[in-house]
Each structure stands twice: as C-alpha cells, then as structure tokens.
C-alpha cells in the first residue's frame, strides 16, 4: 500500500472512521455536511478497508485509505492534509493518528482540538458527529442518512428481508424465534429472504428449515455488500437486529422493524424522518456489547411484539 501523498490539483480533507458498517453509515450526515462545506477538496476516508464498496455508495468520499483500527499509523505523509476531521472518537487514540499526520486544521472535540466541543456521552452518534461540525460553523443535518442505490440490480424485489446475522453474540435473537416470525410474515403473504454473513449461513438454513422456507430464500453468505445494500434498497420490510442492516434500511428509506439488545436505541437508534419500530427492555438491558450471551433487553422481545410491529409499519 503506498502513501497517501498530497494532490497538486486538490486540497485533501482526511475523515477518520475506522470501525464497521453501522458504524460507518452512522457517519453518513457528517460526511454530507463535510462534501458541502468542502467542494474543492479531495475527500479520502480512512477506514476498514472492507467497507469500501459502501463507501462508494455514501456520494460524499473521492478515496478509501484502508485502516485497520487505530493499532498502526495513518499511512499518510505528514504535512499534505489540509483538514483532519476525528469523526471515530477521542483522546490518545484516534486523536494521536491525526496529530501524527499534522494537518493545517483539525476538526476534532476536546481535549485532541481546543477549540472543538467537550464529548458528550449517551447522545445520538449521527448526532454526535453533526455537532461536533456545526460546533466548528459548519451546518449538518443528522437526519441526513441517505446513500445511493447500487447500480446493479438486486437479487430479489419487494422482499421482506430478515437479516439474522450479528457480530457478537449480545445480538442474536433466538433462532426459534426468527423462525416463526419467518414462518407468520410468509404465511401472511410476504416473500421472505433471509439474509447474513458467511459464517451466518449455517445458522440461516436452520431458520429456513424451521420456518419451511426454500433454501433458494437463503441468502446469508451469497452475496457482497454492495449485492446485499441493492437487496437491502428494494425490499418491501426489514426486520433485524441492531446492525449494520437497519442503518443499510434507515438509508433507503425501507420500513423496519428493530430489535435492540446491549446498544441503547437513544444512541444508535433510526431517524425519526423513516417508517421505523425500534423493540427493547431497557430494563432489564445488561450494555455489555461484546458478550458471547443475548443482552436480555434482546430476549424480552417476543415473536407477538415483532410481528404487531409488522402491522402497525406502512410496507409496500
């Protein structure tokens, strides 16, 4: 991988996220907002390189600058980014990669920039992001979130599609219990896909088993990301947990219903602007985001809660 060096045409503006696909599109309004206020610039997002595909979609990023964590320094020579803008966190971290690549302005909170805004815990992250830009006098609106369709054409049209995958374990939702919400939806008249990663697959196939689905309705490990936002752009409802999947159905729009386990909704809850149920038991949530065991904020929510949400939500 070579340096990222400086344009002779372009000033270069350097965003820093470097997490995963919720946590990117969580950033959508923020890069928005920064493609406004900066026209002339070469936008490059230093992020997982993985997530490039997507960001190709956001409409706001000329360049992906692949970074794995914040282990290793920015491959960045110091000195050619014109403006530095820390939208992954704060403190000796991500604030000392930037610091390292010495850039002419830093848009950053306190205490990485004096003069930005202190952190504030427990709000809203696309809040969090537009503030911390309208605190440097540049206006940003969080209920920005829209991203491009992908040019190719779906898989599937008019889906409902239930995503059954999760990072951690803190999310997954029983498989009984997407099944036979899998198995109500369809006997309700929805074209169910389920959907997921690789190592999701197996655990898609016995949902579709449970449900009496075709394994030609499993798509969990078939397809890319940008395969899977086109599906994500044309389906008829989304029903997830708190993933990357609900943020994907947050930016085009798509009714969903959400199943909140370890992650508070009030900080990485959908838009208001969107059809969108968010399901939880906040009291009873244990927060603990990196368990191998479902947060019971997760697993107080029942297969009857999901599918009333269902009824309630205005899908195609």
Do not use: C
Not at 72 to 80: A, I, M, N, S
């Amino acid at each position: 991988m070579t340096l990222l060096g400086s344009d002779p045409d372009r000033p270069t503006l350097l965003a820093l996220r470097a997490i995963k696909l919720g946590d990117l599109l969580v950033a959508v309004p923020a890069l928005h907002a920064l493609r406004r206020e900066f026209p002339e610039h070469r936008i490059v997002l230093a992020t997982t390189g993985w997530l490039e595909p997507i960001v190709g979609l956001v409409g706001a990023v000329d360049e992906v600058l692949p970074t794995p964590g914040l282990s290793q320094p920015l491959r960045v020579e110091p000195g050619v980014v014109d403006v530095a803008v820390n939208l992954h966190g704060r403190g000796p971290e991500s604030g000392g990669l930037l610091a390292a690549i010495e850039p002419r302005r830093l848009i950053a909170h306190r205490p990485d920039d004096a003069d930005g805004p202190e952190w504030v815990d427990g709000v809203l992250e696309r809040y969090r992001w537009t503030r911390l830009l309208v605190e440097h006098g540049i206006p940003a609106d969080p209920e920005e979130v829209g991203i491009d369709v992908p040019a190719i054409p779906p898989r599937v049209r008019g889906a409902t599609v239930v995503h059954v995958g999760a990072f951690y374990g803190a999310r997954h939702w029983p498989a009984d219990r997407f099944a036979e919400v899998a198995s109500r939806l369809r006997a309700a008249g929805h074209r169910l896909v389920l959907t997921g990663g690789d190592v999701e697959r197996e655990r898609a196939m016995d949902i579709a088993t449970r449900a009496g689905l075709d394994p030609d309705d499993v798509l969990a490990g078939r397809l890319d990301l940008v395969e899977f936002a086109a599906v994500v752009a044309a389906a008829r409802l989304v029903v997830t947990v708190d993933t990357g999947a609900a943020h994907l159905a947050s930016a085009y729009g798509i009714p969903s219903v959400v199943i909140f386990g370890p992650a508070p909704p009030e900080e990485w809850g959908p838009p208001e602007s969107g059809p969108h149920i968010v399901l939880t038991d906040a009291s009873v949530r244990r927060g603990d985001v990196f368990s191998a065991e479902p947060d019971p904020a997760l697993l107080a929510v029942t297969v009857d809660d999901v599918i009333a949400a269902v009824e309630t939500l205005p899908v195609r």
